[in-house]
């Protein structure tokens, strides 16, 4: 239990006061219901530990979706000075852009009703799964530094998808700034055969509907009606992202001290933005960002071939197209408005979730006036939501908001409490068919060891950094 005590700033906002070494104070977007939990997981000392870092921002926050995570919470938020501040891999993950795209489609509900089973099948044969799963693309080095230089870019150049599809990626799917050069060998032996994977733990391809809604001129603007036919891909940048945020925290060890850096957790090493190992790192992380970019490109053309075999129909029945696809364990260098002025920072969004507003030039142009898309998936037994940033989000929180649902039960509490029981048994009676590579991912993933995703969005709707468009329900699911 948390020994952090949280002060009261609104009914969705709880301040952890400055004291002792910390440089600003902590935030956490939460409803009083949420604190119990959240108080449990002792997740609110990480906050305050963040605090405590060189050019840190106005706060050091989380989302509601907050849970233990090496040395950052997941769930964390923290925007650091170009010229004062630090870059530490902790603050993004060892899955480097883990994120998540959304796929709609030009069916209803009705026009599958009987072949769920048969697609979520046709998904698993597809696309694989699992610990170290290996894809039937074959990539050389030499490939593999292209895909970490162009990132969905490459997957398009070379035939998995079309091109139109990019405009309604986070970056294009291609952020500048990689050195493939620094990326150890270790991480490129890893890389090669995993591209166009899915990967292990809660990743997954999601079969959903729309279920509600609650924006219909916004849900009309992105492309999504009542009862439509949805797909969610969520993964990330698999062992090549793992392997880099392994390779540099060791580097960012010694960094650390090196530059006499003060840390209440080592693991949140850091080096300033400004040095040669703060530079080194941010090259080596857009190397994984566009890795994961690019895998999700090709899973999606994986997906694509596996619903038409599936419903014996074309492309131009299926009509599979991009909403958005949205990063959310990523560190970026943006400018926001503080105190009135613009001024570039460095924002890491571990376990969060970009949600810029309307009008801003990194939204796609066609949704510029409605805000960023924001992809909210919950657990494979509930819901999942689509927002939009607000206004709210750029003056608050860096134009940030919640990822997911977030863990109630670590995995191995989940195996314990699954076990006897048959959870894709019990999720099929409730209409859900699920694959998965084993059944311990079944038991580690299994919706009570979820939060529930609708109290996540109702938390960060009802603080205004985000707002609900529609909720999407699930037919079905692959698992790792």
């Known amino acids: 239990m948390s020994d952090i005590k949280l002060k009261k700033v609104t009914d969705y906002i709880w301040e952890i006061p400055k004291t002792g070494k910390m440089r600003v104070p902590g935030r956490i977007y939460a409803t009083k219901e949420m604190l119990h939990h959240i108080n449990k997981d002792d997740a609110p000392k990480q906050v305050a530990n963040v605090a405590h870092l060189p050019g840190i921002i106005n706060y050091s926050m989380a989302m509601p979706d907050i849970h233990w995570g090496y040395g950052f919470s997941i769930g964390g938020v923290a925007a650091f000075d170009m010229d004062e501040g630090v870059i530490s891999p902790g603050g993004v993950g060892y899955d480097i852009n883990c994120g998540v795209r959304l796929l709609r489609s030009g069916l209803i509900r009705n026009d599958i ?20 799963s290996k894809g039937e ?40 700034g990689a050195d493939p050069s620094v990326i150890s060998d270790k991480a490129i032996k890893r890389g090669k055969p995993q591209l166009g994977t899915l990967g292990s733990g809660n990743h997954f391809v999601e079969l959903q509907y729309v279920d509600e809604v609650y924006e219909p001129d916004v849900a009309d603007r992105l492309g999504l009606f009542k009862d439509q036919i949805t797909l969610t891909i969520h993964t990330g940048s698999r062992g090549f992202g793992y392997q880099v945020c392994d390779d540099y925290i060791h580097k960012m060890l010694r960094a650390s001290e090196k530059y006499g850096i003060e840390l209440p957790d080592r693991q949140l090493c850091c080096a300033p933005i400004s040095s040669p190992e703060g530079r080194e790192y941010y090259s080596a992380m857009v190397c994984a960002i566009n890795y994961a970019f690019a895998n999700r490109q090709v899973i999606t053309h994986w997906a694509q071939e596996a619903l038409e075999k599936a419903l014996n129909i074309g492309p131009k029945d299926l009509q599979l197209n991009v909403v958005y696809e949205v990063a959310h364990n990523i560190a970026k260098f943006e400018t926001h408005k503080i105190n009135g002025k613009d001024r570039k920072v460095c924002v890491h969004r571990k376990g969060a979730t970009r949600a810029f507003g309307p009008g801003s030039k990194h939204v796609p142009e066609s949704y510029r006036d409605i805000g960023q898309p924001v992809l909210i998936p919950g657990d494979m037994g509930r819901c999942s939501y689509v927002l939009v940033g607000t206004e709210g989000a750029m003056d608050e929180t860096f134009g940030s908001t919640c990822h997911g649902a977030g863990r109630m039960l670590s995995r191995k509490k989940s195996i314990k409490q699954a076990k006897g029981r048959a ?23 299994m919706p009570e060891a979820y939060k529930n995703v609708s109290n996540v969005v109702d938390a960060v709707a009802g603080a205004g950094i985000s707002k609900k468009v529609v909720k999407l329900k699930p037919l079905g699911a692959i698992k790792g």
Do not use: C
Not at 113 to 132: A, C, M, R, Y
Not at 151 to 175: Q, S
Not at 431 to 439: C, D, L, M, S
């Open 137 to 176: 693309l074959r990539v050389s080095a030499s490939d593999l530094s292209n895909v970490m230089k162009k990132g969905a870019r490459w997957a398009v150049e070379n035939g998995y998808g079309d091109k139109e599809m990019l405009d309604k990626i986070e970056e294009n799917g291609e952020m500048k």
């Open 113 to 132: 009703k009987n072949e769920v089973q048969h697609i979520i099948d046709s998904l698993f044969n597809h696309i694989p799964t699992g610990v170290g």
């Open 423 to 445: 959870i894709y048994r019990e999720l099929q009676d409730e209409g859900i068919f699920v694959r998965a590579a084993g059944k311990r991912t079944l038991a580690e993933e």
